[in-house]
């Protein structure tokens, strides 16, 4: 099984991105041992959706994670999602904070902000077949 998922992601992504799953997992402290499927592509789709994430930091990051323990966790659920899913879907919780971008986050936070700004503010325009019983109290557009 190990050996297919190798080759798939070989096939489908190139020896650059394979070289970078298989370095991830390789060479941090902890995670040696864990070259089986669902790591496997777990960390393929997480590098494969957050690029820019890949360098000294990542490696840092993630000898810091144990992915057996993640593993485990994973295979519990397996009724509901597959191991595979579950492992990227903790890794990426755990990363994002790392690797996300201070200035973005607060300028989402303020837009955001803004948006609920915008849908408690009183309507200016009130149709005239609405009566008095059924004038809306915040405007939604």
């Not at 490696?59 to 323990?69: A, C, N, Q, R, Y």
């Not at 191991?83 to 996300?100: D, Q």
Request: hydrophobic share 40%; glycine share 4%; net charge positive.
């Amino acid at each position: 099984m190990r050996e297919r998922t190798l080759l798939k992601i070989l096939g489908d992504e190139g020896s650059a991105h394979l070289r970078s799953v298989l370095m991830t997992i390789m060479q941090t402290d902890n995670n040696k041992l864990m070259l089986v499927a669902p790591v496997i592509w777990a960390v393929s789709d997480v590098l494969r959706g957050h690029p820019s994430w890949f360098g000294d930091a990542w490696f840092k990051e993630i000898d810091k994670i144990d992915l057996g323990e993640l593993h485990a966790n994973a295979k519990k659920s397996r009724e509901a999602v597959a191991p595979r899913h579950a492992i990227a879907t903790m890794l990426i919780e755990r990363l994002r904070p790392l690797f996300t971008d201070h200035r973005r986050r607060g300028f989402y936070e303020s837009v955001s902000r803004e948006y609920q700004s915008r849908q408690r503010a009183p309507c200016r325009y009130v149709p005239a077949h609405y009566s008095a019983a059924t004038r809306p109290e915040v405007c939604l557009r």
